[in-house]
């Protein structure tokens, strides 16, 4: 596969030739750049961009999304949850996925084993989330949450360094 191959050491870690992350960039800087665009600027055929965006979306390696400021669509309350469990961590990291608040979950090393990023209409339904649905998890030892009063900053443009 073009501009994609699997490192020996790690099955999951996919190794990207410069072409594919240049193309990840231009992406990164506007996802609804043309592909007539972005094969200009590295030297393919529009088709040989599309092939390999194809493979990088199919390989799991990149994503293309709308990103909303959630405010603006009626979800004037987030936070980040730190979660302790006691014993396996995956049952509860697999339960958080599944809510449909929660739109980030992290395992973690230091003072809490899992971090979760819920985005909830307002006070309520983040009280509820809180103590009807995350604490009462089996091995939810303990949370600490983190309501967000203002977002500094929230970019995906960060590159393939």
């Not at 990149?62 to 995956?90: E, S």
């Amino acid at each position: 596969m073009a501009g994609v191959t699997r490192s020996p050491n790690n099955h999951h870690e996919a190794r990207l030739d410069d072409v594919s992350k240049a193309i990840i960039e231009h992406l990164q800087e506007d996802g609804r750049q043309s592909y007539a665009t972005i094969a200009k600027s590295v030297g393919l055929s529009e088709a040989a961009v599309r092939q390999r965006v194809q493979r990088l979306l199919d390989s799991g390696v990149m994503q293309i999304v709308a990103v909303t400021d959630p405010l603006q669509v009626g979800f004037r309350r987030q936070a980040m949850i730190g979660i302790r469990v006691d014993g396996d961590l995956t049952a509860v990291g697999d339960a958080l996925t599944e809510m449909p608040e929660v739109d980030y979950v992290v395992t973690t090393a230091g003072s809490f084993d899992l971090l979760a990023e819920v985005v909830c209409e307002d006070d309520d339904q983040l009280l509820e989330l809180l103590t009807k649905r995350v604490r009462t998890l089996p091995g939810v030892q303990s949370t600490e949450t983190f309501v967000y009063l203002k977002l500094n900053k929230q970019h995906y443009n960060w590159g393939t360094r």
